[in-house]
């Protein structure tokens, strides 16, 4: 019984002395956000959020010159969030975000990230020709035709 109580009493004080509880949810819906559209007629283009409407909708801007995304309430099932951000205030101009999207060198960080170099991936693969989509199954098959040798010769 002693051995029991002993234990109990160990496993409550783990419980209760981590205090520190870690979020593990790190994209917020904030102004200053940085979304990618993924439903519409601007679908694959980034934008900022520079205000929130309400529980369903946010004001986002490109800004325009550098994104191609003009001003607009969109709604959040439209919208993916990305992990990052500029410093901007609610209901920025235009030339604020501008300034704030290349301090942040915002393109060069985004194009950085996987998800971007997945996405370009996809559109050059959905770009190529009937001659380009064979030449890439025989290069696929050639490697995986030398990675078998290899792994014979490793397994014999």
């Given at each position: 019984m002693k051995l029991l109580s002993t234990a109990c009493s160990f496993i409550h004080s783990i419980y209760t002395t981590n205090k520190?509880?870690?979020?593990v949810f790190k994209r917020h819906?904030?102004?200053g956000r940085i979304v990618l559209i993924n439903y519409g007629p601007e679908t694959g283009k980034l934008a900022t959020i520079i205000?929130?409407?309400?529980?369903?909708?946010?004001?986002?801007?490109?800004p325009e010159e550098i994104t191609?995304?003009?001003?607009?309430?969109?709604?959040?099932?439209?919208?993916?969030?990305?992990?990052?951000?500029?410093?901007?205030?609610?209901?920025?101009?235009?030339?604020t975000l501008k300034k704030a999207w290349t301090e942040a060198d915002t393109m060069?960080?985004?194009?950085?990230t996987s998800w971007a170099k997945k996405l370009a991936s996809k559109k050059k693969r959905a770009s190529l020709g009937d001659f380009d989509r064979f030449k890439v199954m025989i290069a696929k098959?050639?490697?995986?035709?030398?990675?078998?040798?290899?792994?014979?010769?490793?397994?014999?």
């Open positions: 520190h509880h870690i979020m819906v904030e102004v205000d929130i409407v309400d529980q369903n909708k946010c004001l986002i801007d490109g191609g995304v003009s001003r607009q309430v969109i709604s959040f099932t439209r919208i993916a969030l990305t992990d990052l951000t500029v410093k901007i205030q609610r209901n920025a101009r235009q030339k060069a960080k985004w194009e950085a098959k050639q490697k995986a035709e030398i990675i078998a040798k290899k792994m014979a010769e490793l397994g014999a």
